[in-house]
């Protein structure tokens, strides 16, 4: 018999698997680091460095852009939960930004930027399995919107003459992103998301700033959202929309870096790059990955590699000055929570 106390020889308990996942992924980002800073002394760090100075206050009307980017993604997420209850839709524009944040600029953390999304919709009333459940269903939405945008994207890229590698390896990139669907559909119809449910709950329970967060309800809630096509389609729709409007995001950097290209040229670089940073999911901030991508998009167009580097370290600066921001504000929102519940709890002066 096997003392519980002590596991059998070669198990491994979670909280070592959980340490080497997070091993794991510290070694990605610093492999991923290596390769952007070597391909930034490679090309010339003088050069990169005196092109992102030529974007100076340009770099305004880029965040401008990409908020909203955000606001139209917090659209989609806000036509799912009016479905099962009514509410402003900047709630769900502001835990769409905070999101971004935490997924940009913390992530080698534990805790998601959908879980911090969710928390934040519950801060403002919402109960968390309508959060988790219009979320999850959102998300959905999300990634067939990308599919479409990115097929838009190789439709401009085969009409420009452009054929080979590229156009089979982004097909590769976007038949493994949407993969997740046909799964997502059919657990939703075999009643498989009571586990995805539990997994919540358990997620949720590990973090003290989640307590009380009971998603509770998220299985109905999906199911209820599904048979609202229209909401669907709203989200579906703004989703595509923010894509959309991330190419001119594109051109906007481009132009500022002192580059002129067409909007069909954005479009399909921008269409490209978000492939290669969704199948590059494992490694935090798609680091090195998303300037090769860039690098190897761009020269279809003739863009020099210093340009690609640029933009892509641009849209790096762009994550860091709209992040930290968004880091603050969720930092403040939980501080204020947790001194309004200290000062319910205190008791009452004598009279």
Not at 257 to 268: N, P
């Amino acid at each position: 018999m096997t003392d519980a106390s002590h596991p059998p020889p070669g198990a491994i308990g979670p909280a070592r698997q959980r340490g080497r996942v997070k091993v794991g992924v510290a070694l990605l980002a610093l492999a991923g680091l290596a390769l952007t800073i070597g391909l930034i002394v490679h090309y010339g760090a003088g050069d990169i460095a005196h092109a992102l100075r030529g974007i100076g206050w340009g770099m305004v009307p880029v965040m401008v852009a990409h908020l909203a980017q955000v606001w139209l993604s917090g659209q989609g997420w806000h036509a799912m939960a009016r479905v099962e209850r009514p509410g402003p839709i900047w709630i769900f524009a502001l835990a769409r930004w905070i999101r971004e944040g935490v997924a940009g600029l913390l992530p080698l953390t534990q805790i998601g930027g959908e879980l911090v999304s969710i928390r934040i919709v519950v801060l403002h009333g919402f109960r968390s399995g309508i959060a988790a459940g219009s979320m999850i269903a959102d998300l959905g939405a999300q990634i067939a919107s990308q599919g479409i945008f990115t097929l838009i994207g190789l439709a401009m890229l085969m009409v420009d003459g452009h054929q080979g590698p590229v156009v089979e390896w982004t097909l590769l990139g976007l038949v493994a992103s949407l993969s997740v669907l046909p799964g997502f559909f059919l657990a939703q119809r075999r009643g498989l998301l009571h586990a995805t449910e539990a997994f919540f709950i358990r997620l949720a329970d590990r973090f003290p700033a989640f307590e009380g967060a009971s998603l509770e309800g998220l299985h109905d809630s999906i199911h209820r959202i599904f048979r609202q096509p229209l909401a669907l389609l709203k989200s579906f729709n703004a989703h595509l929309l923010s894509w959309l409007l991330g190419a001119f995001e594109i051109w906007l950097i481009l132009h500022f870096l002192g580059v002129d290209v067409s909007v069909r040229e954005a479009l399909v670089i921008e269409s490209l790059s978000q492939v290669v940073r969704s199948v590059a999911f494992a490694i935090p901030g798609a680091l090195g990955v998303q300037e090769g991508g860039f690098m190897l998009i761009g020269a279809i167009y003739g863009l020099p590699p210093q340009i690609c580097l640029a933009l892509s370290l641009a849209k790096r600066v762009r994550e860091l000055l709209l992040g930290i921001p968004a880091l603050l504000v969720w930092q403040w929102m939980e501080g204020r929570r947790l001194w309004s519940r200290k000062v319910r709890a205190s008791p009452s002066p004598p009279r």
